[in-house]
């Protein structure tokens, strides 16, 4: 692949990983500035937006260069959604859980869409990152990503500008980046500099080489939807708690909405729905449960959330298995 911007200069040159998973950083409705994390696979580049632009091209019917102070003028929309790391594409069945909950703000990618004509031969969209390097030993001359058309179709899928208010700083994107809420972070291009229109998957280290998940039965699938997940924000691991009647809560979340959390105190023996708020847009949701320990000592909290379309958190083997906490009991 041929470069099709200038090469802005890099902040900081290769992988950025900034990332608190400590549960007490989801503690806030939506995540507070010193608890966002951020993910770069080749480095972070300093975008001037005096001359900074996009194109829309491909398969459409008349190519669109947008600036900035162009992208102004379209109807703007914010879009509260989870947001979460896929993890590490060398190792995609370990859980991490790098999530956060935040308010975007920019254009839905619909509007752009019109404005340009799609052709009806187009499937795919394809996103470009400015940034340049190499990631696990491969040389990279974008980053790049795609998106079925039919999650663009379906709404919300933004070019954002703005993170909770605030214009997005370098690392998270600036001037502007795609969003896909529901999607798995790495297909939220940072530093945007063009969408294609296309009839089949872009060829690529981060599109068909990384981050496709075997997939039971043989064969591979992108890692686009977000799988069912669930984490305690309380107990911490390793808490220390008394052995009154306690409420145990934290947050689920999934492309479509949780449907149901289930707790189980006893080692995954036996389980027990918890409350589960509804879903606000995209947002993460908020379950909790009283607990009143049975005995003192050590103690073992597990979670499981399932979606609106039946898929369940598997108990081990993937990205998105079932949490557990252990947590000691005091008489
Ligand atoms: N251009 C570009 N966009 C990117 C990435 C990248 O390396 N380059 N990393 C992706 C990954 S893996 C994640 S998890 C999210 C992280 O977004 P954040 O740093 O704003 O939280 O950005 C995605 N978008
Ligand atoms: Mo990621």
């Given amino acids: 692949m041929e470069r099709i911007a200038p090469k802005p200069p890099l902040e900081t040159d290769g992988l950025v990983i900034k990332a608190k998973v400590e549960p007490r950083h989801l503690q806030e409705e939506v995540s507070d500035a010193a608890s966002l994390f951020v993910l770069a696979h080749l480095g972070v580049p300093r975008v001037d937006a005096s001359d900074w632009a996009f194109d829309v091209c491909g398969l459409v019917k008349r190519k669109l260069t947008l600036s900035l102070a162009d992208l102004m003028t379209y109807p703007q929309v914010s879009v509260e959604s989870f947001h979460e790391c896929a993890g590490n594409p060398l190792d995609p069945t370990t859980p991490l859980r790098i999530v956060s909950n935040v308010v975007w703000r920019g254009v839905d990618v619909r509007q752009l869409l019109d404005a340009v004509g799609v052709d009806s031969s187009a499937t795919h969209l394809w996103a470009y990152g400015l940034e340049y390097g190499a990631f696990a030993g491969s040389p990279v001359t974008h980053y790049v990503k795609d998106v079925p058309l039919s999650r663009v179709e379906e709404g919300d899928v933004l070019i954002a500008h703005a993170l909770n208010g605030a214009p997005l700083s370098s690392e998270h994107g600036y001037p502007a980046r ?41 064969g591979t699938r992108p890692v686009w939807a977000v799988e069912p997940e669930s984490i305690f924000v309380f107990p911490e691991p390793q808490a220390k708690l008394s052995s009154g009647a306690q409420k145990v809560w934290g947050r689920a979340w999934s492309s479509a909405p949780v449907a149901s959390v289930d707790v189980s105190f006893d080692g995954g023996v036996s389980w027990q729905a918890a409350e589960v708020t509804p879903r606000r847009q995209r947002s993460w949701q908020t379950f909790s449960i009283r607990w009143q320990p049975r005995s003192a000592g050590a103690q073992r909290l597990q979670c499981r959330a399932t979606d609106a379309a039946g898929r369940t958190q598997p108990l081990a083997g993937a990205r998105n298995a079932v949490y557990s906490v252990d947590v000691m009991v005091e008489l």
């Fill in 178 to 218: 795609l969003v896909v809420p529901g999607f798995y972070g790495t297909n939220s291009v940072k530093w945007l500099c063009r969408l294609e229109l296309a009839s089949d998957r872009p060829k690529g280290l981060f599109t068909t080489q990384l981050y496709n998940d075997n997939v039971e039965g043989g």
